[in-house]
């Protein structure tokens, strides 16, 4: 059962677009959020995280919303470039527990 | 830093053969996990570890052993390879557990044939 539900499967945005990347779940025991971005042939790095207490974090041109009444959260990358083309899961877990549950992934494809 | 070494990045194996795949961290990291990743499927967990000594299930452990000597290294053995075991593998280590960074390897792309 994929205790994290991540939309949509693909994505293509023209360069300087802003990619929107949803996800939703349903255990309200979560309480930390990232992202992750994976590049082919690499390991997923973590992009950006946030935890329930906050609505919004920006960090750079990536920007996390999160609605804990509707349990879903979602990634904005301002300014999409290119070398932004990459796989990006979103995830959950509880501090006090030890699995990240991921989503199914988003192949993101930024075009010149 | 290296970080997450994982090896080897690829093997073939036949049906019925084993394997370890070997995983080392050098950030001092007590916790480490196994995951493995299957097209369009996310990650899912297969083992982890608290510490050395200590290890435990995760979401699909069947099929797969580990063990943790040390706090550098958390190998994954595979022990009758079948072909659903097909999959890119990856390692990851983390300070804490639940609401921290975890760091992951670049993974062991393993295919059973």
């Known amino acids: 059962q994929q205790q994290v539900k991540q939309s949509p499967q693909s994505l293509i945005v023209q360069k300087g677009g802003i990619p929107i990347i949803n996800c939703a779940y349903e255990?309200?025991?979560?309480?930390?959020f990232p992202w992750y971005q994976q590049f082919p042939g690499k390991g997923p790095a973590l992009l950006i995280a946030?935890?329930?207490?906050?609505s919004e974090k920006k960090e750079g041109r990536f920007t996390i919303s999160f609605n804990k009444s509707a349990k879903q959260f979602s990634l904005h990358i301002m300014d999409s470039q290119p070398g932004d083309s990459a796989t990006y899961f979103c995830?959950?877990?509880?501090?006090?527990?030890?699995?990240?549950?991921f989503g199914k992934g988003t192949s993101l494809l930024v075009t010149p | 830093n290296a970080g997450v070494t994982q090896t080897p990045k690829f093997r073939i194996l036949k049906i019925g053969q084993s394997m370890t795949l070997q995983c080392t961290q050098d950030?001092?990291?007590?916790?480490m996990y196994w995951y493995r990743q299957d097209p369009g499927m996310g990650l899912k967990l297969i083992y982890y570890?608290?510490?050395?000594?200590?290890?435990d299930k995760g979401e699909v452990p069947n099929g797969y052993n580990v063990s943790r000597s040390t706090t550098e290294d958390f190998p994954l053995r595979l022990e009758l390879a079948a072909p659903s075991q097909t999959s890119v593998y990856f390692c990851?280590?983390?300070?804490?557990?639940?609401?921290?960074?975890?760091?992951f390897g670049d993974g062991t792309r393993l295919s059973i044939l």
């Open positions: 255990n309200t025991a979560f309480d930390y």
């Open positions: 990851a280590s983390s300070y804490g557990q639940g609401g921290q960074p975890q760091h």
């Open positions: 950030m001092n990291h007590n916790y």
């Open positions: 946030i935890r329930p207490d906050v």
């Open positions: 570890s608290v510490g050395a000594g200590i290890t």
């Open positions: 995830a959950a877990s509880r501090n006090s527990g030890y699995a990240l549950n």
